[in-house]
């Protein structure tokens, strides 16, 4: 599994992406994404991987929902009060 590593953590990451969208909302989901997929590489910082997360997850929702009118929820449905996804 060695050489396969990283293909498998990123295709996991990919994967934790599309399901967990839907119920934990774009910024959570990209955040998720970023985290495992980190783990495919050698060079892992928790610090550094938390704020590429942040980055990512801002950078996605304004690209996405704001930018495009992508309709995805941006929070999960914890946070009723939180902004909704543009319609």
């Known amino acids: ?16 992406f599309a399901a967990l969208l839907m119920p934990l909302g774009l910024v959570l989901a990209t955040a998720v994404l970023v985290l495992v997929s980190t783990q495919a590489g050698d060079a892992f910082r ?3 991987a938390l704020v590429l997360a942040a980055g990512l997850s801002v950078l996605a929702a304004a690209v996405f929902v704001w930018g495009l009118g992508v309709s995805a929820p941006l929070w999960p449905a914890l946070f009723p009060s939180a902004t909704p996804a543009v319609h």
Do not use: N, Q
């Open 1 to 16: 599994l060695g050489r396969l590593r990283p293909l498998a953590v990123i295709v996991l990451a990919v994967v934790l």
């Open 46 to 48: 928790m610090r550094d």
